[in-house]
């Protein structure tokens, strides 16, 4: 009965990043967080952020960095509209390197739940989209995330779960992963960071 119950142990923590998951996606929802991700936000408090940035620019840089981490990370929409809002806050050059990083941190971060905890469930979530990009990760696995990073014809998400679901190894996943966002990050940064003359 000891063993058993000693086996049986991993199988329940092998859920707690799951719950953890879950939880903070439910609080962001909740208390409507996910609202500030988006221009109405950022025209509003446009002055409050450049003054902060003005007077605490590292800071503000980390605190950027970890809320983009956790966007991706909980799979949140928003991730275009932060990398603008890197771009706008910090210049195109430093903005798109933060987004660039934050990015790869947050798809490493849902890689790992995904890989630990809840594979299977997020499978039959995703559906055959999924399934159809098992035989590519198979074939040449950098090259296929490399593919899917520079042409986003699957959503970012899925491309992370994917990943982890179909073996790519985590090395793998995040070189790809930082290469292949490089491009599209920084046309957004570029962009962002002219968005001040637009507001």
């Given amino acids: 009965g000891e063993r058993a119950s000693g086996a049986a142990r ?3 923590w092998r859920y707690l990043p799951l719950g953890i998951v879950a939880l903070a996606v439910a609080a962001v929802f909740a208390t409507g967080t996910h609202r500030y991700l988006g221009f109405e936000a950022l025209v509003e408090h446009r002055g409050r952020l450049q003054a902060f940035v003005a007077a605490h620019e590292a800071k503000a840089l980390l605190v950027y960095m970890a809320v983009y981490v956790t966007a991706v990370t909980l799979s949140v929409p928003g991730a275009v509209f932060l990398t603008l809002l890197g771009g706008f806050l910090f ?3 430093v903005g798109g390197a933060a987004a ?4 790869t941190i947050g798809a490493t971060g849902l890689y790992l739940v995904a890989r630990t905890s809840i594979g299977d469930a ?5 559906g055959t989209r999924v399934q159809r990009l098992a035989a590519g990760f198979r074939e040449d696995a950098f ?6 990073r520079f042409l986003p014809v699957v959503p970012f998400w899925i491309t992370n779960l994917a990943s982890a679901l179909f073996g ?6 995040f070189l790809a992963t930082q290469i292949g966002v490089i491009p599209a990050t920084y ?4 962009a962002g960071s002219g968005l001040d003359s637009v507001l």
Wanted: charged share 10%; hydrophobic share 65%; aromatic share 16%.
């Fill in 187 to 190: 046309a957004f940064a570029v």
């Fill in 168 to 173: 790519v190894p985590l090395k793998t996943f």
């Fill in 91 to 93: 210049g195109w050059l």
């Fill in 100 to 103: 660039a990083v934050a990015a």
């Fill in 122 to 126: 997020l499978v039959h979530r995703a």
């Fill in 143 to 148: 090259s296929y995330l490399l593919f899917l």
């Fill in 10 to 12: 991993p199988g329940r």
